[in-house]
């Protein structure tokens, strides 16, 4: 998430009442998590384990809960709750804006657009030509669409993102002050959901076609000519490459690459990074030579608890 | 559920057109299915094998389909056909109602509540304060929601339960003549379906989060500070115990009960109740290091092949 | 899809710009995908794989890529792209009609029927009598929906078919100008999806309830009096035949047939056709005696390995 105008260190140390290491003017652009930090960022690190990755990232500023030596070039804010202080830049520089109509003046909507009657539209969104918005979809402040594409009923375009911090008597939530953007010639199912990123961007390729009732978490980047077939559910941060074809129902776990032209079949599970240009199968997944070679072997058991009877 | 004012034993006899065993002026405050029945309710019961329990439960009327003998202090309604006499004191109590604009003017929402465009909010819901309802919700009549909840584009709250008897030449509904309850600090996310009690109440406990698509059956009762993932199903009369957490596409079959600080990885299915603090995989679902030892077993069948090959 | 009125052999020639083979006045009544193809329809086939099997078919005139010899009171349209010019076609016949209103005017809907407020539906759609349509449903074009029908919140019905041609840089989307029909006395839960066919009608027979955020593809075909739980999906051109109950989260690949009073156990996948009468379950699904007995065998296979040991 970028500001919408620099800020300097001692005015975001001023909103979050933080201590700051650095010049009082530093300038600051925006503030990400580590996986999308850019040069000009703000990111926030609250448990040592990560520290070092966070203070040899690209952020120029780290948001830290212990004092630490600052980097050249970069600056620190000390402060002791750095996830809610994460939350406080993020609802001062992108504060919820109440909606009074279904379809915001702020928008802005392309030629030969057609608009389905009962459409919620957000503040600033951007949608461009030739797409068709069918009834009853919702689409969240700051959302972006390209040309040529079709949502169908239902769909939910930038709901806020599934993650919590377990405090001891309750979930803190991370508020997401990112957004979405769908390429050109997107077409995507009735009733899906897409989460907005935390502070990145969800985003869907060029001329991939996502089935119904899908789930897309935040963050996630979808790839180019990919095919998501219905009620598959792709968690947070996972990254889709191109041409990616998956069946239904399929679930795969957060923060996963899954590699360019692989195929994953129905149902499958997948809990580690994918291979290019394979098959796979199953809960855990695995190369689908493997299961079939595994369902095989299971059908085999009769057979040899009978030669240990022969023996 | 209980009618909006006491009925006599006479009264409800002569509605349903049943025969009653009891002083006419017995009092009735409600009727409810065999799991939440408390005393002043009638209950129902039209198969031998629940008879029993019936008479034996804190009902204090049995709406039954033989004359038995009438327990002690209780009363009895005899007739054909409970299930649909049931149908009947639910049509007639708890009447369903058209509405005609997008907000009930009898429902009652909070201070600094925001209800985006195009939500539906039926007859006599209750919405707390500091709410935020997103765009094309649809609450339906008489839900209730406690304060600083928010709830996400597309969600339901109410729908019927998915609960039918089989007759002969067709399936005959049981209609749903209860409500839901969300309790303060809850969020659900996107294109939820959380379905109303039949009799009961189905309710969502203080600060529990669940994610998108998931769909809760009726009279279904989830604790505090539980987490849920997208896509998860939790059938009908289930019991989720507090701080459970359940990872995406998850399946729990009905009436079951998930011990608390249970945790359940994705894509299982939970076909018996859960023990507390215990991780489960699998469907069927097991404990995760039998399920793990069982995974390793499996992967050894080549092994063992091989081994009686050289016997 | 039948045309409006009967078109000649001429006149489709001259829309999509083809050769053919056959006098002009020939009359043509519409067009089909090769599954639900009728005396006077058109066919498309691009594949000499399947040419005799569309040159056989019932159909009376055969859009194809390859000047063949023509069947005996048939004829042919000979196009370089028939995939595109059966688009063509249907984009002609069956063109998108923008809604300006959330209730279409040519719309007919039956006698006390209730529609909830924040309903769309679209244009020539037709609802029978005592109807009950809840809050934000979408309905497209063209659906048709017998008596006694209810349909929960959110649902859809009528997107258009999840059906794409894998071109060298780009999917080619099939257009779907088929419909929907829902017979009498069927239930939908909320949040479904029901896409319409391609070129026939997805339909639901008599009496037939189906639970929440379940997924019907394109041209499936649902028998009368069938349970289907929550999260189901159904891929498209399935059959279902009467009576078959289907559980929770299960998954159906497309063009299967699932036989008469069947019974699917939840989260099972099915991958190939099932038997009537029979009870099934896992992914991939079987009868459920012989997975059971699958899964005894594996938690026999510790004693296998100590039986080894011991030898």
């Not at 969240?140 to 040309?147: K, L, P, Q, T, W």
């Not at 991370?174 to 959901?193: F, H």
Request: with cysteine; proline share 4%.
């Amino acid at each position: 998430m970028k500001f919408p105008q620099p800020q300097t260190l001692k005015q975001i140390s001023d909103l979050i009442n933080a201590e700051f290491v650095g010049e009082p003017d530093f300038k600051i652009l925006g503030i990400n998590e580590i996986h999308v930090v850019e040069h000009g960022d703000i990111v926030f690190v609250d448990h040592p384990k990560y520290y070092d990755k966070a203070l040899e990232s690209k952020a120029s500023v780290v948001l830290i809960n212990k004092e630490v030596d600052c980097p050249e070039g970069k600056a620190l804010l000390v402060s002791e709750d750095p996830f809610s202080d994460f939350n406080k830049i993020t609802a001062h520089f992108s504060p919820f804006e109440t909606s009074h109509q279904s379809l915001s003046n702020s928008a802005e909507i392309g030629e030969n657009t057609i608009i389905q009657p009962n459409v919620f539209i957000g503040n600033n969104v951007k949608i461009g030509d030739n797409c068709l918005i069918h009834s009853n979809v919702s689409i969240y402040d700051g959302v972006e669409i390209g040309n040529n594409v079709q949502i169908h009923a239902g769909t939910v375009l930038g709901a806020d993102a599934f993650y919590y911090k377990n405090r001891p008597t309750y979930h803190d939530k991370l508020l997401s002050g990112g957004s979405i953007r769908i390429s050109d010639n997107v077409e995507i199912g009735a009733l899906c959901s897409i989460d907005k990123g935390v502070s990145g961007i969800t985003s869907i390729g060029e001329g991939t076609k996502i089935d119904n009732q899908v789930q897309v978490g935040h963050d996630t980047i979808i790839g180019k000519k990919c095919l998501i077939a219905s009620q598959t559910g792709i968690a947070g941060c996972v990254v889709i490459e191109d041409e990616v074809t998956i069946w239904g129902q399929v679930g795969i776990a957060s923060g996963l690459t899954i590699g360019k032209r692989v195929v994953i079949l129905a149902q499958s599970g997948i809990s580690k990074d994918l291979k290019p240009d394979t098959t796979y199968f199953g809960t855990p997944a695995d190369d689908i030579r493997k299961k079939y070679r595994e369902l095989g072997y299971i059908s085999r058991i009769p057979e040899i608890i009978q030669k240990l009877k022969n023996l």
